[in-house]
Nanobody, 124 residues
């Protein structure tokens, strides 16, 4: 069974930076693709970023491209989301997700494992 635990959320002002972390408890981390999704109040959960099992391929939503960076440390079983130039519209609960294949996906239904989420609030 895979357990994902996010951390690093908080309240920041517009323009600030945050780094989210997601610790993966399973033995399959190095062969799993990881994704970050977010859900704002009264909105659908949306794709933010994803990274392949090897870390060689990364994907971003247009809304965060150039501001967010996803990375992974297979030695620490952890995936990161570096967020910079944060905007109020980035306010959401951010979820980490994993799928037991090297190939990432932008579709939330492709991920069977999810964390509990971490709140990011950006004030104007």
């Amino acid at each position: 069974q895979v357990r994902l635990v996010e951390s690093g959320g908080g309240l920041v002002q517009a323009g600030a930076s945050l780094r989210l972390s997601c610790a993966h408890s399973g033995r399959t981390f190095s062969s799993s693709a990881l994704g970050w999704f977010r859900q704002a109040p009264e909105k659908e959960r949306e794709f933010v970023s994803a990274i392949s099992g090897t870390g060689g391929n990364t994907y971003y939503a247009d809304s965060v491209k150039g501001r967010f960076t996803i990375s992974r440390d297979n030695g620490k079983n952890t995936v990161y989301l570096e967020m910079s130039s944060l905007k109020p519209e980035d306010t959401a609960v951010y979820y980490c997700a994993a799928r037991p294949t090297y190939i990432p996906s932008t579709f939330r239904g492709a991920y069977p494992y999810w964390g509990q989420g971490t709140q990011v609030t950006v004030s104007s």
